[in-house]
């Protein structure tokens, strides 16, 4: 009965509102991870199908409404800070069996893998939002964060939104092929990052331009 209702009321604002109404439900639903980003994401899709939109324009507005809803949590964990967070542990560790040799090894873990962990947990559900909060207080660099934070969210909401506009009226089945879904964000993120790895590692042997005329012209007086 709560999905239905609340289905209900999220075909209400993107009808009302279009564009700006998928913004705002992908915004309030990083801040509540609660409410199914598929369900917003499918019925975009399905209005885009109904010509009351565009795909395109769909996923803007939810990469949009994804990338404020990260910043809003990246700026309340920012505010928060790791030193009140590590007062709570020393407070309050012995309930919640946290120590802060393991908030140590949290932060440590977060500081090495930082832009990764960004960019695969804006695909993964729940953790797509979450993962905003250790970025904000380890205060991880802002232009990155936004970067990897817009490429994750922006693969994720492409797939659900046409996923929903192929499904037409039945776009509800979104949340029924979720997980498949879901596992199709991964391998694109995981096939672009080789792609980009092969790239960097084929530049790093290549010689640069100068390095190769120095060598040249130092063969040349010898």
């Known amino acids: 009965m709560f999905l239905d209702d609340l289905t209900i009321w999220m075909a209400d604002v993107v009808d009302a509102l279009g564009y700006v109404g998928v913004a705002l439900l992908v915004m ?11 369900f917003v ?6 209005a885009a199908s109904q010509g009351d939109a565009t795909v395109p324009g769909m996923i803007v507005a939810a990469t949009v409404g994804s990338v404020v809803g990260a910043w809003t949590l990246y700026g309340c964990a920012a505010w928060f800070g ?9 407070r309050y560790g012995r309930w919640t069996r946290v120590t802060e ?6 932060e440590g873990w977060f500081d090495r893998w930082s832009t990764l962990a960004v960019l695969v947990c804006r695909c993964v559900p729940v953790v797509r939002s979450l993962i905003s909060i250790p970025a904000g207080l380890r205060r991880m660099p802002i232009v990155p964060f936004t970067i990897y934070t817009t490429v994750g969210s922006l693969t994720w909401n492409s797939i659900f939104v046409v996923a929903g506009y192929l499904l037409g009226e039945q776009w509800e089945l979104v949340v029924q092929y ?14 672009g990052m080789l792609v980009l790895a092969r790239h ?5 042997r290549q010689p640069s331009a100068v390095s190769s005329a120095a060598r040249q012209e130092e063969g040349d007086r010898r």
């Open 28 to 38: 309030v639903e990083n801040l509540f991870p609660p409410i199914p980003s598929e």
């Open 41 to 46: 994401l499918g019925l975009a899709g399905f």
């Open 82 to 90: 790791p030193v009140r967070l590590r007062r709570m542990v020393v």
């Open 101 to 106: 040799g393991d908030l140590d090894r949290a």
């Open 178 to 191: 979720a997980d498949y879904l879901e596992y199709l964000v991964l391998a694109v993120i995981f096939v």
């Open 200 to 204: 960097w590692l084929a530049r790093g």
